[in-house]
Each structure stands twice: as C-alpha cells, then as structure tokens.
C-alpha cells in the first residue's frame, strides 16, 4: 500500500488520490485498507513513521560513534546528516513533499523534522548550555534555515555532496557563534 502511494505521488498530488483508486492499484480491498487505516493521512503518516524511526537509529549511531561527549555542534551534525541520509535514500518519496504541490506532505514533513529538532534542542537545554532562545524557537530557525537552503541548492543544482558540505559548515558555523547558546562569562 504504501509504495503504491509512493508511485502514485508521482502522477497525481495527494490531495487528488482517492482510497478507491489506491486499493484498486494496490489490488488491495477497501475493507482491508480500513482494517489497517482510517484514511489516506493515516497511511502517508505511517510511512512519515517509518522513515523517523530509521533516522532516529541512524542519529543514535552516529553519537555513539562520533560524539560519545555529547558535544553540541557535533550533535547538530549528526542529526543533520541522519535527516539528509533519510531524506536522499527515500528521495522517490519525500520529492513529493513540495508545499505547493502537496501542502499536507510538506506540512508532516516539517513538523517530524521541527519536533525531532526541538526535542534534541530541549535536551541541550537541561545538560549545562544556556540557550538563549526557547527550544522551539531554535529549532524552527534552524529547519526553516536549512530546508530553505538545501530547497535552494536544488533550484541552483548543486551536487549533493557538495550540498552536504556546505549546509554542515553553515549549522557549524552559527552553532559556533553565540546566536544560539550564552556564552560563559
């Protein structure tokens, strides 16, 4: 069912798929479709579901691996390079998560990204680090920043490694500012 959805996305927006078409695609029964989703949102969140939990494994290992302290960019980092992993390996999918295309897949998409990031945000905020700025505040600045930059490196058609570089040393580069946290006097 839901690579089916996937496939669709590519034909028609969301908001166009209908149940009855999506089992018909399937070879899916409506009832079974019912049995296992109360609507097309259920489904698509599910796969939204699906896709955080691999990151959320990807991010664990990288702090284990390369940020064992816990330090604060490396942390950023590491979040940010498990989003991109999710986001480039299941591409097919979250290419549909254009606002003006799809505003409910875009508007799940960022609120998965602007949760995980405020709660990684709000865990830094109980160690020692001051912040200067509510979680949520932070977090909505660094996701809007970087999902309008990466979106941006796309119109330009800027190679993904190169896109990976550059977004890390700008996140680098304001974690390491006192924009986010108080410096200690």
Not at 45 to 59: R, V
């Amino acid at each position: 069912m839901k690579s089916t959805l996937i496939k669709m996305l590519s034909e028609l927006s969301f908001s166009q798929i209908s149940i009855t078409e999506l089992c018909k695609r399937a070879d899916t029964s409506r009832i079974t479709f019912y049995s296992h989703y109360s609507d097309k949102y259920a489904l698509v969140d599910e796969i939204f579901e699906d896709m955080l939990e691999i990151g959320t494994k990807d991010y664990y290992r990288r702090q284990k691996e390369n940020n064992p302290q816990g330090g604060l960019v490396q942390g950023y980092v590491n979040m940010l390079d498990s989003i991109l992993a999710v986001y480039y390996d299941q591409f097919e999918f979250f290419r549909h998560t254009d606002p003006d295309k799809n505003p409910y897949l875009a508007f799940a998409f960022y609120n998965i990204v602007l949760d995980t990031v405020e709660q990684h945000t709000s865990h830094i905020q109980k160690g020692s680090l001051k912040l200067k700025y509510s979680a949520r505040k932070i977090a909505g600045f660094v996701c809007f920043g970087l999902l309008g930059f990466i979106n941006e490196c796309h119109q330009e058609k800027t190679p993904l490694e190169q896109l990976k570089k550059e977004c890390k040393n700008l996140l680098t580069d304001i974690l390491r500012s006192d924009v986010v946290v108080e410096q200690k006097g």
